[in-house]
Each structure stands twice: as C-alpha cells, then as structure tokens.
C-alpha cells in the first residue's frame, strides 16, 4: 500500500500544536489560580493573627479590671490628652476620633502595653495575664487605650466614686505577623466598685 503524499500538508502537526497549546493555557491558568488562593490564605491568616492578638488585649485589660476587688483601687480619669504616664484612663472625649489610622508610633506613644500592670507598671505575672500569655506569632504586642465613658450611680453622690458603675471603651491595636496587618477592637466594659 502507498502513500499519497501529495494532499497532506502538516493538518496532524497542526491540530496537535493546537492542542498542547490549549493545555498550556490551561496549566498556566490554573497555577495562578493555585497562587492567587495562597495569597488569599496568607491574607486571611495575617488578618486573624491581628484581630486575634487586638482581642487578646481588650480581654486582658477587662480581666485586669475585673480583678480590681478594692473599691480605692479604682483607676481615675485624666483630663489632659495622653494619659498613660500618671493616669491610666483617659476622660471621654479627650482620645483621638480616628484612631483606627493612627499609625504605630502614636500607638506606642501613647496607649498602654499588653502584658503591664497599668496599676503598677510592671511585667505582669499573675492569672490575670495567664488567658494570653502566647503572642510570639504577632510582629509586635497589642497597645490598648482605656476611656471612661459614663457614670451611673444609685444616688447622685456616687459619682465619680462610690456605689457605681463605671463605664469604659477599651480600645485594642494590634498587628499580625507582618507589620502591615493591623487590627482594631473596641469594647464596652462596666464595672462596679464596692
């Protein structure tokens, strides 16, 4: 049997070049794909790496606070801006209203640190900095500002001190793993001194 070579003009060569072209821009697809979704991983774990250290913060102050059995030893308020270095908790109004955009510096400036016994200002090693002791996975500890935001008592008298309740904005700042993931957490906390 012969073949004719007269009529076969490299259409076998073609369609098969085709085809592996077609697979390669399926192959290059789908590695970016694979890529992309890391990237999209590694984002959400810097996220909750931050978000989770921001928490750790805020509970740490409401344990320390919680912790507080002694009616004189109730933190007061100051009424001049950055309050850290002899009050620990500023008067309403008187923080920054953006201070999610406040960058590190201020933060370490002017907010207390994680794992200080705002009381004390020492290292802390008691049960109350037990809950969160383990922020080795963070670039940088949490920084957290207290603000006193009302008082109720049951009588008129008892504010500022007294039988009442007081209550406080804990604000947490805290980073992931890289510096550029940042996380803020503010709560509400009340407290009753007896």
Request: net charge negative; aromatic share 10%; hydrophobic share 40%.
């Amino acid at each position: 049997m012969s073949i004719n070579t007269k009529f076969q003009h490299g259409s076998a060569m073609f369609l098969s070049l085709m085809i592996l072209l077609v697979l390669t821009l399926l192959g290059v697809l789908a590695a970016n794909s694979g890529i992309l979704q890391e990237r999209m991983a590694g984002n959400f774990r810097e996220s909750a790496r931050a978000f989770q250290s921001a928490e750790s913060g805020a509970r740490w102050i409401e344990a320390w606070f919680a912790s507080l059995n002694d009616p004189s030893m109730q933190p007061f308020w100051c009424f001049s801006g950055a309050c850290t270095n002899t009050d620990l908790v500023w008067q309403v109004g008187q923080r920054p209203a953006n201070m999610p955009e406040l960058d590190q510096a201020w933060w370490n400036a002017n907010a207390l640190a994680f794992g200080i016994d705002p009381s004390t200002g020492a290292q802390t090693t008691s049960s109350v900095n037990q809950q969160a002791t383990d922020l080795s996975e963070v670039a940088s500890d949490p920084r957290i500002v207290i603000e006193h935001v009302f008082c109720r008592g049951d009588t008129l008298a008892d504010c500022p001190g007294g039988n009442a309740v007081q209550y406080y904005r804990i604000t947490s700042r805290a980073v992931g793993g890289r510096p550029s993931s940042v996380a803020v957490v503010e709560s509400t906390f009340a407290r009753r001194y007896q």
